[in-house]
């Protein structure tokens, strides 16, 4: 469950993931056969799309393909994307598919970056998961949670 004492704003609304360790061609398509009721659920949902790439260990270009086309979407959708804290291996791949500044290319480094760059008004926390999870925002307040299981995904609320 997501910290439900935060400090978002009223009015914010997001779809937050967090990647599991390993998203590479090998276990994208896993993740995405999994996830894809779920994702087909909230691929219209009015909210920022925010991806915490933080304890991702092992990518590759179609990695990099899935993170654009999520960001496209949401744009097309009139919302805005980041990727908050993805590892130099993440962050090596964005320098040569999609050159730029890091604002540019829509990654913030929670730890070190003035908020005030950050393209979407606030991240929530970042609560790590094994299998990876998909967190949904609205109304400034948590809603509800997943988790990436052999059968699909998992509810926990």
């Known amino acids: 469950m997501a910290d439900e ?3 978002a704003p ?3 609304c997001a779809v937050v993931i967090t990647a599991p360790a390993r998203v590479d061609m090998d276990s994208l398509d896993e993740l995405l056969h999994g996830a894809s ?4 659920q909230l691929e219209k949902f009015p909210g920022h799309r ?3 790439a933080r ?3 092992k990518a590759d270009s179609a990695t990099v393909a899935e993170l654009l086309d999520i960001s496209r979407r949401a744009y097309q959708l009139g919302f805005k994307f980041v990727i908050c804290d993805p590892p130099s291996l993440l962050d090596n791949f964005f320098d040569i598919y999609f050159p730029g500044s890091d604002v540019q290319q829509n990654i913030f480094y929670t ?3 003035d908020p005030k760059v950050c393209p979407v008004p606030w991240i929530p926390p970042f609560l790590q998961s094994k299998t990876g999870r998909i967190d949904v925002w609205k109304q400034g307040q948590w809603h509800a949670s997943y ?5 699909g995904m998992r509810r926990d609320r």
């Open 5 to 7: 004492s935060t400090n």
């Open 10 to 12: 009223g009015d914010f």
């Open 37 to 40: 009721e779920l994702m087909e």
């Open 50 to 52: 925010i991806i915490h």
């Open 55 to 57: 304890q991702i260990q």
């Open 111 to 113: 730890g070190k970056d």
């Open 147 to 151: 988790h990436w299981a052999h059968e």
